[in-house]
T-cell receptor, first 116, second 113 residues
Framework: DAMVIQNPRYQVTQFGKPVTLSCSQTLNHNVMYWYQQKSSQAPKLLFHYYDKDFNNEADTPDNFQSRRPNTSFCFLDIRSPGLGDAAMYLCATSKTGRGRTNEKLFFGSGTQLSVL | KQEVTQIPAALSVPEGENLVLNCSFTDSAIYNLQWFRQDPGKGLTSLLL?????REQTSGRLNASLDKSSGRSTLYIAASQPGDSATYLCAVRRETSGSRLTFGEGTQLTVNP
């Protein structure tokens, strides 16, 4: 049974047209992450939520936003997609506590975004 | 800034062969190191996690080692099978980064029947 679910599996959008990717989890994990992965490259962390606290990476473009309305759901909003934003977007979760260092990350299957 | 490098970028072996994948990182101040598997067009599956205080972890035919002081980790796969074909990525959790991981670009493994 899928524990981290991403929808849709494939998303096609037009240049400049806002798009939202969704992620849900049944693990009740307190941390949720969004990674961007371009072909044959390492996943790159965009931002993560530690409980309700939003943590943005310094080099994440302002074009990328995120919302976490509750523990189970997290959304990635791309306000004005450019051709360079075409990539696989991966959602991940972990159960992390202060002082804990042994938590594993659980990934969804990803959303492949194409920008036309 | 932490950098993670994986060598080789691609590897092709015949079925049944034992093999080693390499991962190196530039900053030894890490909490842990994880090895992931990624099938084409899919998400990542965590294989093994090694704490910074540990030297190795084993799961079935997989064995991961960690030499924190030299900034190196290896993933050993015994008796490889065609089903092992995938991209293998390593990632380190830096001590100052909270929950964040830094990934390598991966090694694409092909096991030929």
């Amino acid at each position: 049974d899928a524990m981290v679910i991403q929808n849709p599996r494939y998303q096609v959008t037009q240049f400049g047209k806002p798009v939202t990717l969704s992620c849900s989890q049944t693990l009740n994990h307190n941390v949720m992450y969004w990674y961007q992965q371009k072909s044959s490259q390492a996943p790159k962390l965009l931002f993560h939520y530690y409980d309700k606290d939003f943590n943005n990476e310094a080099d994440t473009p302002d074009n990328f936003q995120s919302r976490r309305p509750n523990t189970s759901f997290c959304f990635l909003d791309i306000r004005s997609p450019g051709l360079g934003d075409a990539a696989m977007y991966l959602c991940a979760t972990s159960k992390t506590g202060r002082g804990r260092t042994n938590e594993k990350l659980f990934f969804g299957s990803g959303t492949q975004l194409s920008v036309l | 800034k932490q950098e993670v490098t994986q060598i080789p970028a691609a590897l092709s072996v015949p079925e049944g062969e034992n093999l080693v994948l390499n991962c190196s990182f530039t900053d030894s101040a890490i909490y842990n190191l994880q090895w992931f598997r990624q099938d084409p067009g899919k998400g990542l599956t965590s294989l093994l996690l090694i704490q910074s205080s540990q030297r190795e972890q084993t799961s079935g035919r997989l064995n991961a080692s960690l030499d924190k002081s030299s900034g190196r980790s290896t993933l050993y796969i015994a008796a490889s099978q065609p089903g092992d074909s995938a991209t293998y990525l390593c990632a380190v959790r830096r001590e100052t980064s909270g929950s964040r991981l830094t990934f390598g670009e991966g090694t694409q493994l092909t096991v030929n029947p």
